[in-house]
């Protein structure tokens, strides 16, 4: 793939998409990308003191986002980093413990009332620099994409100390001391507009808001936790930057998906893989949509690959539609079958 | 709370629901009902050697069952037991470890051929006598719940050989040998129909067949795994049973609950807390539903009881609804914080 200089940011595809055009074959990107099933990913992580060095150093940083590129030459690239820089930020003893995934020093209500985030952009220079490197980098045709977290999803972590299967401690907190709890979620969501602002202006094309805790709560705890976050975010972002494109991922948000994208404002929505194709080209016909591939279904090996592109392209191709997974590519998949899936949904496999 | 003993089977509250009656207010059990939470229910636990015994000794597993009864009058009682009574039939090596949940031996598609369920009646002898006893002992207006586990959640354990978040081992399983799976769903199938009917022989009213892990499914396999050995289950255990009651609770399928009980012929939706009530007034239009409340609402107190609840009722007590949790009863939840919930549920808080 030859970068072609010509193009300019609303002409590449991912961009034409969140725009609304139908393109046929659809751009295709995958959550996680760069990540443990690329051996370069692999060898590259190795040189990093830690998980968090890989994400504040520049060189490296830029380097494993860069990978995937050029390997599959996707449509969409995303910045390489984590949706808990934003505590780390805050000095919330952000670390990452091999085998075991992040830790934190759980927060409470006392401990809400104390953070700030007044350092947060000398703090996050790092991923600033980086994204303005990728625009510089990457293709010109290839779509980049910054990223933060949901503020519910970051806050579980931050009043868990750690993931846990079903955010129970953040539900119950949530439920006990909600001032508190929606204070905090506020200021993340504030946090979150300002530092998807400063990566735009360092080159990013768009955004996407990874909620990936959001299929655990009830409906009222949804709207107070997800969507009211998530439409802060965006009207914040647009206040500043007009037109901004955004993707809303929150996974898991089932029949809550479509109040999700019309009372929030996001232009596409992410699906995770258990949204049914049938209400995903409902939801399409509201604006674009992205996904929706069981990630297993890239470990399990090309013909369930295959099954699974089928379903999906007879059912959206004919809509504004991202191809994605419906969650992040897991280390056990093999590169090979992720260049076949990329491959087949291109029509060239 | 009285026994009458002039109460037939068709006249138990939660009876009426089953044949599509409104019933104000709507009769009341909680999943798990029988359980940690409870003090007795410690105390009686102590006594057994292990988790399989208590669910094997009629005496012990009788008394855990009443419990609840006894200290709410819950409107239904459901019999004690657990989902993986069926592979422990099957000597697939079912074992609890304390703190750590169930561990099996894992099974592989050669495996699969050569399970042999034909010695379940006489391994499940104990479950029988222990509904026959709960008929007799029961207050006679208090509706007597069967159940068993359904196909798919039991075969991601059979799988895995233990509990995991997401059921990848067994979701892998199934794309990579759909034969072996599907022919493993078959006989979970067909072994659930015999011991629900069995069960409905020895004196349960109605029976609810827990898919506690569908929700980690894209359609295609919800439909395999879910919905074709639900109709399975309904279809066998009518053609014994015409007019059984059946509730099927496929936690976390979202959009896909519509097509669940159309397509297995379910009579009641059991609904988890994530169901937004207005898709769940939707749902009811087209039969009973029961749920929804989130569990975490009784451990966090009565102030978000009573909104979990108001919400639910505002919305849903004027069509045929049981009233439940949307998942099983945490050990954290206080036993008084439970009685407020039945209370404030009955109107007499």
């Given at each position: 793939?030859?970068?072609?200089?010509?193009?300019?940011?609303?002409?590449?595809?991912?961009?034409?998409?969140?725009?609304?055009?139908?393109?046929?074959?659809?751009?295709?990107?995958?959550?996680?990308?760069?990540?443990?099933?690329?051996?370069?990913?692999?060898?590259?992580?190795?040189?990093?003191?830690?998980?968090?060095?890989?994400?504040?150093?520049?060189?490296?940083?830029?380097?494993?986002?860069?990978?995937?590129?050029?390997?599959?030459?996707?449509?969409?690239?995303?910045?390489?980093?984590?949706?808990?820089?934003?505590?780390?930020?805050?000095?919330?003893?952000?670390?990452?413990?091999?085998?075991?995934?992040?830790?934190?020093?759980?927060?409470?209500?006392?401990?809400?009332?104390?953070?700030?985030?007044?350092?947060?952009?000398?703090?996050?220079?790092?991923?600033?620099?980086?994204?303005?490197?990728?625009?510089?980098?990457?293709?010109?045709?290839?779509?980049?994409?910054?990223?933060?977290?949901?503020?519910?999803?970051?806050?579980?972590?931050?009043?868990?100390?750690?993931?846990?299967?079903?955010?129970?401690?953040?539900?119950?907190?949530?439920?006990?001391?909600?001032?508190?709890?929606?204070?905090?979620?506020?200021?993340?969501?504030d946090m979150s507009a300002d530092y998807l602002i400063r990566q735009?202006?360092?080159?990013?094309?768009?955004?996407?808001?990874?909620?990936?805790?959001?299929?655990?709560?009830?409906?009222?705890?949804?709207?107070?936790?997800?969507?009211?976050?998530?439409?802060?975010?965006?009207?914040?972002?647009?206040?500043?930057?007009?037109?901004?494109?955004?993707?809303?991922?929150?996974?898991?948000?089932?029949?809550?998906?479509?109040?999700?994208?019309?009372?929030?404002?996001?232009?596409?929505?992410?699906?995770?893989?258990?949204?049914?194709?049938?209400?995903?080209?409902?939801?399409?016909?509201?604006?674009?949509?992205?996904?929706?591939?069981?990630?297993?279904?890239?470990?399990?090996?090309?013909?369930?690959?295959?099954?699974?592109?089928?379903?999906?392209?007879?059912?959206?191709?004919?809509?504004?539609?991202?191809?994605?997974?419906?969650?992040?590519?897991?280390?056990?998949?093999?590169?090979?079958?992720?260049?076949?899936?990329?491959?087949?949904?291109?029509?060239?496999?």
């Amino acid at each position: 793939m030859e970068p072609n200089p010509g193009i300019t940011a609303p002409e590449r595809k991912v961009m034409k998409v969140l725009n609304g055009e139908t393109i046929a074959p659809p751009p295709i990107w995958i959550m996680r990308q760069a990540g443990r099933y690329l051996p370069e990913y692999r060898e590259t992580r190795a040189t990093a003191k830690g998980f968090l060095d890989l994400c504040y150093t520049p060189d490296l940083a830029v380097e494993v986002t860069l990978q995937p590129i050029r390997r599959y030459g996707l449509d969409a690239s995303i910045l390489f980093s984590d949706i808990l820089v934003l505590p780390d930020a805050l000095k919330c003893g952000v670390r990452f413990v091999e085998g075991e995934g992040p830790r934190l020093d759980p927060i409470d209500a006392d401990g809400i009332g104390k953070l700030d985030p007044s350092g947060m952009h000398e703090h996050l220079a790092p991923v600033y620099e980086t994204v303005g490197r990728l625009r510089r980098e990457l293709p010109p045709e290839t779509t980049l994409l910054g990223f933060c977290g949901a503020p519910w999803t970051v806050a579980t972590y931050m009043i868990a100390g750690r993931g846990t299967p079903d955010q129970a401690p953040a539900r119950l907190f949530g439920y006990r001391e909600p001032d508190a709890f929606l204070k905090l979620l506020d200021l993340l969501a504030d946090m979150s507009a300002d530092y998807l602002i400063r990566q735009i202006e360092a080159g990013a094309d768009a955004v996407q808001v990874f909620d990936s805790w959001s299929g655990v709560l009830d409906e009222a705890c949804f709207e107070a936790y997800c969507i009211r976050p998530m439409k802060r975010i965006a009207d914040k972002v647009r206040a500043v930057k007009p037109g901004a494109k955004i993707i809303g991922f929150p996974k898991g948000a089932g029949m809550l998906y479509r109040s999700y994208r019309q009372n929030t404002g996001v232009d596409a929505l992410g699906l995770d893989w258990t949204v049914p194709l049938s209400f995903a080209a409902e939801l399409q016909k509201d604006g674009p949509i992205q996904g929706n591939l069981d990630p297993l279904r890239v470990v399990a090996g090309r013909k369930s690959i295959k099954d699974g592109v089928d379903r999906i392209l007879d059912v959206l191709a004919n809509g504004p539609l991202i191809f994605n997974l419906g969650h992040g590519i897991t280390p056990q998949a093999d590169p090979e079958d992720v260049g076949y899936l990329v491959d087949y949904v291109r029509g060239t496999a």
